[in-house]
């Protein structure tokens, strides 16, 4: 059973991840024909994440030595770094591993453009990890040097959820301001904007379904689309002018409060436990054993 996919621009690149703890690569050739790459060298990391470890997330993006970076969430609670290695020989090298996160999904949008703010390592890019306690975690991945790192930078608190947290998305909605999203089966919808520090600006949380969230996605701005196992899809408009909402807000002060509001409701029986969006406000679910999209328009 695969639970999770990550893509890479470079070379057409596509990684499964599965229940039985494998990873595999595959590049796409046509729409109609995938081949996998490189199967031995990500059967030995097999063998050192164990078969019994689902892995339940993966992030991927290229670093500038013609390697693939690949961060794995496992069901044990720990990620792990692996360098693909696209020069021939082709190798897989896992190269930093963190420990104690409890049931990691990585945020959908995958790995952040930028460095870390007040970060010299160009190299450096920044995950955000939703865990079953509930709670979202900044982590800081890095291949500096052609060796890796992986640490815990913060917790957001004010994404904070009752019950084990299912989806996440981020977007840069303006200069240094991110718009994270997070979803949980706590029913809850919970949105913040933050500074590149990490400091929050605007936050809201409301019950936005009857049963878990399983997907939330940032259609833009104005814009928020949440799926659940109840069934419905729901498109959510967020106002952002509830008081002073400067982005330029003073660190110290208290952060003001996001508006949302039920825009539309899709009834999709038996919609189920995957779903993705693409760049143009296109929605693709898992509904019953086949698949159907829905767009959202302006």
């Excluded at 409890?102 to 995950?127: E, K, N, Y």
């Excluded at 009752?162 to 949980?184: K, M, N």
């Excluded at 936005?208 to 899809?233: N, Q």
Aim: aromatic residues 4%.
């Amino acid at each position: 059973t695969v639970f999770c996919l990550a893509a890479t621009r470079r070379d057409s690149l596509l990684y499964s991840g599965g229940a039985t703890g494998g990873v595999r690569a595959h590049r796409i050739r046509a729409l109609e024909r995938v081949e996998e790459l490189a199967p031995a060298g990500w059967r030995a990391l097999d063998a050192l994440l164990g078969t019994d470890n689902r892995v339940t997330s993966l992030s991927a993006w290229p670093d500038a030595e013609q390697r693939d970076c690949v961060l794995l969430g496992c069901g044990d609670g720990s990620m792990h770094l692996v360098a693909h290695s696209l020069v021939a020989p082709a190798s897989v090298e896992r190269i930093a591993s963190l420990d104690s996160i409890p049931s990691i999904v990585m945020s959908q949008s995958g790995v952040f453009t930028a460095a870390p703010a007040d970060d010299d390592d160009a190299a450096a890019r920044l995950v955000l990890a939703g865990s079953a306690d509930g709670r979202v975690r900044v982590v800081r991945a890095s291949t500096a040097g052609g060796t890796g790192s992986l640490g815990v930078q913060r917790e957001l608190d004010a994404q904070r959820h009752q019950s084990g947290v299912t989806s996440l998305h981020v977007l840069e909605c303006a200069d240094d301001v991110w718009r994270v999203v997070s979803g949980a089966d706590d029913q809850c919808l919970r949105v913040a904007d933050y500074t590149r520090h990490w400091q929050p600006l605007r936050t809201c949380g409301t019950m936005a379904h009857t049963a878990a969230l399983r997907g939330v996605y940032v259609v833009d701005r104005t814009r928020i689309a949440t799926t659940s196992t109840d069934e419905r899809i729901v498109v959510w408009s967020v106002d952002e002018n509830n008081g002073d909402s400067s982005s330029s807000a003073s660190a110290s002060a208290s952060p003001k409060t996001l508006k949302l509001r039920r825009h539309s409701v899709i009834s999709a029986s038996g919609v189920g436990e995957s779903s993705a969006m693409d760049g143009h406000g296109q929605l693709v679910c898992v509904v019953g054993y086949g698949v159907a999209t829905a767009t959202i328009e302006c």
